[in-house]
């Protein structure tokens, strides 16, 4: 069946680094992919997704680009800030029916 | 703010007990789903409703169930509580038409059973 995997957490890094966490799925079909985020206290939210093979998504200076060819999804961003912070889950929908398959989620800590 | 609210924020009852857990939809989304969030952070996908109707189920212990009412508001029944089933438990909607997957979520529930 469709799987999402995505490195295990929790990654630290100091303010301003540059952050990879990497996301990998297995699907049949053409699946739509997602990142979503959850701050602390709160439910997820979008933050970014692509709809098709090359396609780049990007939001609040996040990107990930969608390999067809390597299967991933990785999620990148040039400059973290503490108040990135948050669990980032990777996940993929529309290879039948509704349902959205997770990845486990990545805890990321952004230090000053 | 999604646009999805769940209540109640917090709920802390006792082991055996029975709740119910309330989510309203975006407007005009049709399908609801919901979710539990252990505390390793794992999201666990339990159950889907389309337009009224059960679409897809996931890891929904049989002390579960859920429906969703013709205004399309969601409830999740928990009952024979055990400390197990304390997490969060998330809700969330979407359109339901083709090519649109993305879900947007509630903030929350969060069950302590005692």
């Known amino acids: 069946g469709d799987s999402v995997t995505q490195m295990e957490g929790p990654v630290t890094l100091s303010e301003e680094a540059f952050l990879t966490i990497n996301c990998t799925y297995t699907?049949?079909?053409?699946?739509?992919l997602f990142w979503y985020v959850q701050y602390p206290g709160e439910g997820l939210q979008l933050l970014l997704k692509a709809t098709k093979a090359d396609d780049k998504g990007s939001n609040k200076g996040f990107e990930a680009t969608y390999r067809k060819e390597t299967t991933s999804f990785h999620l990148e961003k040039g400059s973290v800030q503490v108040s990135d912070s948050a669990v980032y889950f990777c996940a993929l929908s529309g290879t039948g029916g509704f349902k959205t398959i997770f990845g486990a989620g990545t805890r990321l800590f952004v230090k000053a | 703010d999604s646009g999805v609210t769940q209540t109640p924020k917090h709920l802390i009852t006792a082991t055996g007990q029975r709740v119910t857990l309330r989510c309203s939809p975006r407007s005009g989304d049709l399908s609801v789903y919901w979710y539990q969030q252990s505390l390793d952070q794992g999201l666990q996908f339990l159950i889907q409703y389309y337009n009224g109707e059960e679409r897809a189920k996931g890891n929904i212990l049989e002390r579960f169930s859920a429906q969703q009412f013709p205004d399309l508001h969601s409830e999740l029944n928990l009952s024979s509580l055990e400390l197990g089933d304390s997490a969060l438990y998330f809700c969330?909607?979407?359109?339901?038409?083709?090519?649109?997957?993305?879900?947007?979520f509630g903030p929350g529930t969060r069950l302590t059973v005692t």
């Open positions: 969330a909607s979407t359109p339901g038409t083709p090519g649109t997957y993305e879900q947007y």
């Open positions: 699907a049949t079909g053409y699946p739509s």
